[in-house]
């Protein structure tokens, strides 16, 4: 099609076989083939002229704006393959939503101005079941429970720290708290407490919300005590929080994907991005000592994960 809009627009086989960079004989013969595909006759020859025919000039703007859709869908394609254009879709545990993702995000949407982002703010088991379901590219969470759809490649890991109102008399025992010291304080429970190895220090809650923001605002009207990992920890005045020892519980938050699946050109672009700027995040200081990256700088695409 393209060979017949260029005869249409220069009248002369011999010049279109020089501006597609053809013999002539090839540029006659793929004619006559799409006339015979067609089933029409498309141009009326002489020795002097290429003229079209009525079809033929039926046809001419059929031909231009299929080969222009042609054109646009490979430059569309080339764009995505070269994270000119694209989508990527990530669910994400809230502490690292909020903490971690924004710096990403800058980052990548400097060096990817036209990818677009879509960001699904999860507990670990929603998000672990929407890579499940294949309603995201990848995610960020701790591991809910055992599947063998999908790979789990650690990422990053923080300790657990009690946290109570400044008012609350936890807050006045000094710069670390044992597990035991827990025990006879009404305890505030979540998705976050509930995997804890040490639960045995905490009974049954007697509180329990399954909404972080809800969990904040009852630490800090004084009902009770919880425990959270040093990201999920909000930087509020109304609280304080101690590291907790004998012994030390960390939480491990894995970058989460499917088994076998070859990620797009924009997700594989988003890992990458994670692998480079998460260790310099960390290293800057704005965050506590006890969070520890667990991957190797520009490695997270190795491994367990499946790429290109």
């Known amino acids: ?10 009248g002369s086989f011999n010049q279109a076989a020089e501006n597609l960079s053809r013999t002539q004989p090839a540029v006659t013969l793929s004619i006559k083939q799409l006339e015979a595909y067609l089933n029409l006759k498309l141009f009326e020859r002489t020795t002097r002229s290429v003229t079209l025919t009525k079809d033929g000039k039926n046809f001419l703007p059929v031909a231009n704006r299929l080969v222009l859709d042609f054109d646009i869908a490979i430059s ?3 764009g995505v393959s070269e994270c000119r254009s694209g989508h990527v ?3 994400v545990v809230a502490s690292i939503a909020t903490n971690i993702l924004p710096n990403i995000i800058k980052a990548f949407t400097m060096k990817y ?5 879509h960001l699904y703010d999860d507990n670990s088991k929603g998000v672990q079941q929407r890579i499940e379901f294949n309603e995201v590219d990848f995610g960020i969470g ?3 429970h055992a599947n063998k759809k999908l790979n789990f490649l650690p ?3 923080d300790t657990y720290e009690m946290v109570c109102n400044k008012e609350h008399p ?20 979540s998705g976050l407490t509930q995997t804890l190895k040490m639960q045995q220090f905490i009974g049954n809650p007697k509180y329990e919300f399954s909404n972080t923001t809800t969990l904040i605002a009852m630490l800090k009207a004084n009902i009770g005590i919880t425990v959270l990992p040093s990201l999920a920890i909000p930087d509020d005045p109304n609280l304080v929080s101690f590291p907790l020892e004998n012994p030390t519980e960390k939480r491990n938050i894995c970058l989460i994907t499917r088994q076998k699946t070859i990620q797009s050109p924009a997700a594989e672009a988003m890992i990458n991005m994670l692998s480079q700027e998460t260790p310099k995040l960390l290293e800057g200081g704005i965050f506590k000592s ?17 790429s290109h």
């Open 170 to 189: 936890l807050a006045k025992s000094g710069s670390v708290i044992g597990w035991q010291q827990l025990q006879g304080y009404d305890f505030i429970g």
């Open 113 to 117: 101005p036209n990818i677009s982002i």
């Open 290 to 306: 006890n969070i520890q990256c667990l991957f190797e700088k520009n490695k997270l695409l190795s491994g367990a994960i499946e």
């Open 142 to 144: 701790s591991i809910w």
């Open 89 to 91: 879709s990530i669910a």
């Open 76 to 78: 569309d394609m080339a």
């Open 155 to 157: 990422f990053l890991n």
């Open 1 to 10: 099609m393209k060979t017949f809009i260029v005869v249409a627009r220069y």
